[in-house]
């Protein structure tokens, strides 16, 4: 036993402590979060420099140029980008560094273009006025947009057979490449200046119909034991797929060490030597051991991080102490099946190469809870989520996700669950070790799957 | 007291490769056996049975008195063919990791792994990385490994493979030293020149079968190849000269003189009277019979057997 816990801690020590491990596991990922939080919002808010260049207008309909004109001007433009309500800060309660950005981000006018619009005359050719559209690129300047606006646009006397008045439309041609914000501002502005026209024109107040179509709505509020908050929507979703990615991030990150360090014990042949000291299935249970302890650091750190966002975010409530519990239980038994394989692969090989194609079913089960945890996430009480979480290997990663849900499965459904990842695991535990056993000294030609299931068998 | 190593019929296979056939060995305690045989004789198969890494398809095995090396891994050190080390872990770290694994205490680990290195010269890369070392140096960290937990049986497999002759010797009055102390040695090569330099008793193992095991003098002696070896004074002496002398069967030039085989009844003493009153030289021995002689002869005569055998069967 205690050798098994010497070659378990050589395993964590020689995988988690070390530069590689804590900068590539943590350290890059808390900047990267940290960079996300603070900058990501600034930086995505910075548009780069303004576009300038004309809009040409052909208005058939005689009505709504100068008013479009009017919208695309400057001043309109940047009246709209400018925060409607700056946010008073309190000095005596700053705000914390990702609300800072937030806020920063709120209030940093939008890249505002400069537009100059030219009306053009009624018979002006529309496909002369077009190949100047074909000059140059959109950041060169010149025409940018030619907007031709049919006749009955704004009035028509042309009704369908209820009497509903059928309008004319508009055609907008721009340049090449010219950025999607400033093509919608200008499609934007023609259609509420055509809008408004046609309001005006059957005798209504544009003002008026704006504010008996829009109807305001605060934001739903979840009332909680301490008071309440703005509803979490559609975390209700997201929560159930973060445990499961956690889990499964664990798992992966836990299996695939363990695969790298059997192989190359294997390759730097001190495998024999380490089996001079102990028994095959005594060096894989401490092998797995050691890398359980990397999984779960992970997971306890990850989790950490994602736990203590929501105590921020006033959130802690949304996760109950049980799902904490069954999360480490399917964990371990997840853990164990997909470390199992991994390492009979790792055993069965030569060199990572070879590991490729053993690989491939392994990998091909771990793709499953990928593709279905959103369906699992979305109906999480239907028949389709009820068996997934019942069928092994996968059941342990679709049985956290019902858990973690909206519907929380039943109690015994969670430990039949329970009781179906051990028997796989056992059973896998059982052949992985066969296999690891036999090819710890195999050397040569790789085997295939038709092998190890031969030297599953032998053993 | 009991033997270090009972073997009673001992078989193992791979598939249709049939690699230990019937072996039957026992070494007695602090004895230093060699294994000689080619590549691929069974002699690494038959290895690892012993350490219970493989287990035989069928037979008898006793280990220092117990009927698996698993229940005594402790008291057996053991240097395999195929070895390594951890290439990121640190030298000392390695050791003290490999005398934990053997049951040595934490109180004396350090201690002792640091004796092991100064012993064998490299108490100067303790802190240095195991990629960092030469292959001679790997080899002596991975005999120091195998030896650090004082085993009552060891068990060297290819020690030398890799090594100058410089470490060549201080690593075969290493061995010596142990064995002196009363440690049981098995050790086993393909160089058989390196079994005879060390070992009392030998076995050797031909396809899977034990074909010899006795002591080097009785082996020797038994082994006789009725040759000797002539030097004359004058190099211009040719065969006819020598065949002249009675009893000489054949002469046969070599880059030390000429090897003269005898005629079956006349002794090797009376050779060397007759050839010397013949013939003045300046070296006349008996040629012994070196265990790669030994080993091409029972070949040879396996293979005359075999395709004897094979006749008398066609012929029926």
Known sequence: MNRMFLIAWREFASTALTKGFIIGGFVVPAVILVVMITLLPILLKDEGPAITGEVSIIDNSGVVAEDIARRLSIEVLTAEAMPIEVPEIDPENPPKPEETAAMLSSVMPSAVPELTVNTLALDTDVEEAKELLREGTADDGGLLALAVIDENAVATMDVDANGVPKFGAFQLFVKPRLKDKVQSTIRRSISDSIREARLEQAGLSPEMINSLTRVNAGRTKEIT??????????LNMLLPGGFMILMMMAVMIGGQYLLTTTVEEKSSRVVEVLLSAVSPMQLMTGKILGQLMVGLLIMIVYGGVGITGLVFAAMADIIDAMI??????FFLLAYIQIASMMAAVGSAVNEMREAQSLMTPVMA?????????MPVAMNPSGTFAVVCSFLPPVNSFMMIVRIASTEPPALWQILVSLAISVVSSYIILRGAAKIFRVGLLMYGKPPNLKTLIKWIRMA | MDDAIRIGDLHKSFGEKLAVRGMDLVVPRGSLHGFIGPNGAGKTTTIRMIMSIIF?????????????????KDQIGYLPEERGLYKKMKVLAFIKYMARLKGVSDSTVHKRAMTWLERVGLADIAQKKCEELSKGMQQKIQFVASVIHEPELLILDEPFSGLDPVNMRLLRDL?????????TIIFSTHVMTQAEQLCDNIVMIHNGVKVLDDPLDVIRSRFDPRSILFEPVDGAVDSHRLLGVEGVASADKTDEGWEIRLDDGLSPAEAIARLSGAIEATRVEVKRPSLEDIFIQIVEDDIVAGELAESMGAAQ
């Open chain 1, 225 to 234: 034991e301490e008071g309440e908050r703005d509803s979490i929507g559609g």
């Open chain 1, 324 to 329: 904490i519990f069954w999360l480490f239980a």
């Open chain 1, 365 to 373: 089960i771990m793709m499953i809870p990928y593709l279905l945890w």
């Open chain 2, 56 to 72: 035989p398809d069928r037979g008898d095995l006793s280990v220092l008195g117990k009927p698996s090396a698993i229940q005594s």
């Open chain 2, 175 to 183: 061995i010596r030293e142990i064995n002196e102390s009363g440690t």
